[in-house]
């Protein structure tokens, strides 16, 4: 007998609730797959963490250089 068969015959006689949380636990391991596969693509592709953070790049506006308030290094917060 196979593992669907089992698990389907097991399954026809849980109540509806506990049929849910079977295909609640099936959707989650699914899930988990998937980003588990999602995971593995980008490390085999390469993928760099400027590229998965490309599209935050210049979203904040800030001082074209940060270092030119040099009062912190007198121990002054403002």
């Known amino acids: 007998m196979s593992i669907e068969k089992i698990i389907i015959d097991k399954l026809i006689i849980l109540p509806p609730d506990k049929q849910q949380e079977a295909l609640d636990f ?26 998965l953070a490309q599209e935050y790049v210049g979203c904040v506006e800030a001082a074209s250089d940060l270092s030119t308030n040099k009062d912190y290094m007198n121990g002054s917060d403002s």
Do not use: D, H, P
């Open 26 to 51: 099936v959707e989650f391991l699914l899930a988990k797959m998937q980003k588990q596969e999602f995971s593995a693509q980008q490390i085999k592709s390469g993928v760099s963490a400027l590229t």
